[in-house]
């Protein structure tokens, strides 16, 4: 009697060996459903922490530029209590059109 791969539907006429081979394979199934949620606890983590310091890295960057840009510009170039001094000329007036 010759017996093609494809007719095989379970592997051992055992009904105990066919028990264990399915909860083997469930076990392997949810083994790997579970270090795989892990694995992807723990690389998402890296990542998060990998993004907050750079984010915190460029906030200080970008503190550090704007505190040096502050510096270097005259007291007579900063605004004082919000006032704009200058003078205008009206140079068309709507009255004689």
């Not at 394979?25 to 949620?37: D, H, M, N, P, Q």
């Not at 270097?72 to 000329?89: K, L």
Request: net charge positive.
């Amino acid at each position: 009697m010759k017996y093609s791969s494809f007719d095989r539907g379970i592997p051992a006429g055992n009904p105990i060996a066919n028990a264990l081979v399915v909860i083997v394979g469930a076990l392997a199934i949810g083994a790997s459903i579970v270090l795989g949620f892990f694995a992807f606890v723990v690389l998402g983590s890296i990542v998060a922490v990998f993004a907050a310091i750079i984010g915190l890295r460029l906030w200080w960057f970008n503190r550090k530029l704007a505190r040096q840009s502050r510096g270097q510009s005259s007291p007579a170039q900063r605004p004082q209590g919000g006032v704009i001094e200058g003078e205008y000329h009206v140079v068309k007036s709507d009255k004689n059109s």
